[in-house]
């Protein structure tokens, strides 16, 4: 895979993401949100990606933000649709069918800290920061970030750090609940990897579901016990139910397929 402004690198069926920019802190600009709309199609349609890592490159920064040279002139019409694109490929990272972790390894602010929250866990290292800074601007979030936040940390944090614009250290965040685990720079992938390994083991259409299950929990246009109710139901048609339970009656380790 070749991208503008991303590496990608396969690791034991994980697809490492990192964001390329080194040089503006891996500031997201309009081709960082394309390059990453399109790695995720590939994650989508290539069975062989079972996992996906987004990371930054270099020790400073995970993603510091947006690329405000492209604010400059916008219209109110144009900072919609730049909001709804961002927004609709962080949903793609969201929503996912395969486990997505963010290894934050130095600044998530901005549009970094709404990339974060679009993965399904983070994972920070000791030096990581998090953030939501834009109404030292005069913006304010726009890529999902007012959900997001809200939905992890609840509305009181939630509205301290977006209309104050602080920023947390990496214990905050897992003491918030914006990171799950904080580590040592040089363990980030290695976390990443001890949890995917576990995740792989599992059966792809019941991780996939699950994951569905509890996106439904943030959807007020469905009932998400109606959803997790009809994908419980659909595990029972696959092939990887049957082993499963197969595996468990004679005490022996299961082998899925997905499907």
Request: glycine residues 8%; charged residues 20%.
């Amino acid at each position: 895979m070749s991208f503008q402004t991303l590496f990608t690198k396969m690791e034991d069926h994980t697809l490492i993401i990192t964001i390329n920019r080194p040089d503006v802190l891996n500031a997201l600009n309009k081709q960082v949100i394309n390059d990453l709309d399109a790695v995720m199609d590939r994650v989508y349609k290539f069975p062989e990606i079972k996992s996906v890592v987004i990371t930054g490159a270099g020790l400073k920064s995970f993603v510091a933000g947006a690329d405000i040279k492209e604010f400059e002139s916008l219209s109110k019409e144009q900072a919609i649709e730049v909001a709804k694109r961002g927004q609709a490929v962080f949903s793609k990272i969201e929503h996912c069918p395969k486990p997505v972790v963010a290894c934050v390894n130095g600044f998530a602010l901005g549009g970094g800290c709404e990339l974060a929250m679009s993965c399904h866990f983070v994972i920070a290292s000791e030096s990581a920061t998090f953030g939501q800074p834009e109404v030292n601007l005069g913006i304010m979030v726009g890529y999902g970030g007012s959900q997001r936040l809200t939905q992890r940390v609840g509305k009181g944090r939630a509205m301290e750090l977006i209309i104050t614009g602080k920023t947390i250290n990496a214990t905050q965040a897992m003491n918030y609940g914006l990171a799950n685990y904080v580590v040592p720079q040089t363990e980030l992938l290695d976390k990443a990897f001890s949890i995917l390994r576990v995740c792989h083991e599992k059966s792809p259409i019941a991780v996939g579901n699950s994951i569905k299950a509890i996106n439904a929990v943030w959807d007020e246009q469905i009932n998400g016990y109606d959803v997790e109710a009809n994908l419980f139901g659909e595990c029972f048609i696959t092939d990887d139910c049957k082993e499963g339970i197969q595996a468990f009656l004679e005490k022996r380790k299961p082998h899925f397929k997905g499907h």
